[in-house]
């Protein structure tokens, strides 16, 4: 079992910065990989960044260029910076955990096996 919890959410300024970070706690293998998925009102949860126990990263092309994934193993902490946000940014950040998806080229599957209870990220224009 791996229990996460998110905090960080809130609203900013179209160009404007916001740190999202996830605490994880439970056991280790089944949260070897950790990300951030998002979903706005009336879409599907999208993929926005993974990382993995070796610290491989992925993005969404959406965000590439503009939010960075990060672990602190030891603390077991996901963080998610967000610089030059959109207002197509806006919707529930979610973190989530897996023992598998995140070494998968299908890794914005939202079929993660873990998930916390998200926090809200709104960017005006």
């Known amino acids: 079992q791996v229990q996460l919890v998110e905090s960080g959410g809130g609203s900013v300024q179209a160009g404007g910065s916001l740190r999202l970070s996830c605490a994880a706690s439970?056991?280790?293998?089944?949260?070897?990989?950790m990300g951030w998925f998002r979903q706005a009102p009336g879409k599907e949860r999208e993929g926005v960044a993974a990382?993995?126990?070796?610290?491989?990263?992925r993005y969404a092309d959406s965000v590439k260029g503009r939010f960075t994934i990060s672990q602190d193993n030891a603390k077991k902490i996901l963080t998610l910076q967000m610089n030059s946000l959109k207002p197509e940014d806006t919707a529930m950040y979610y973190c989530?955990?897996?023992?598998?998806?995140?070494?998968?080229?299908?890794?914005?599957?939202?079929?993660?096996?873990?998930w916390g209870q998200g926090t809200q990220v709104t960017v005006s224009s």
């Open positions: 990382i993995d126990s070796n610290g491989r990263t």
């Open positions: 439970g056991d280790t293998y089944s949260s070897r990989c």
């Open positions: 989530a955990a897996d023992s598998f998806w995140c070494y998968s080229d299908s890794w914005s599957d939202p079929r993660w096996k873990y």
